[in-house]
């Protein structure tokens, strides 16, 4: 079995485009985790995320690994982004735009199924 550390690592080398939020990206249940994936929904691309309160190790455990104490936290090719104040930030110049397309792009072509 693996330990929760290894359990972050592994999906945040999978994931190109990953959200560690609260709640889920239709649901969100906090307001920073809302504003967050919105700017995140409006770049028009699809990303995965994980719901940290439905994951308690991994909320206790992200902080850690991360050195970044809040959620939301947006991981773009294995890199943290940041929380809500600079991905809002990013989206508003353009910056967030570019990124997520540009990472999506990147790995259309290997996409696996969700499962």
């Known amino acids: 079995m693996s330990t929760t ?5 592994r999906q945040i080398s999978e994931n ?5 939020m ?6 969100p249940q906090c307001g920073f985790s809302a504003q967050t994936v919105q700017a995140l929904m409006a770049c028009g691309e699809r990303f995965a995320f994980v719901n940290v309160l439905d994951n308690p ?6 902080p850690k690994v991360a050195n970044w104490p ?9 890199e943290l ?8 930030e990013m989206y508003q110049n353009g910056e967030l735009e570019t990124l997520v397309k540009d990472t999506a792009a990147k790995h259309q072509d290997d996409e696996q199924p969700e499962g």
């Open 5 to 9: 550390v290894e359990n972050i690592q």
């Open 16 to 20: 190109p485009i990953l959200i560690y």
């Open 22 to 27: 609260k709640g889920t990206p239709q649901l």
């Open 57 to 62: 190790d991994i909320r206790a455990e992200l």
């Open 81 to 88: 982004v940041g929380g809500c104040d600079i991905v809002v």
């Open 70 to 78: 809040t959620f939301p936290q947006l991981w773009v090719e294995g």
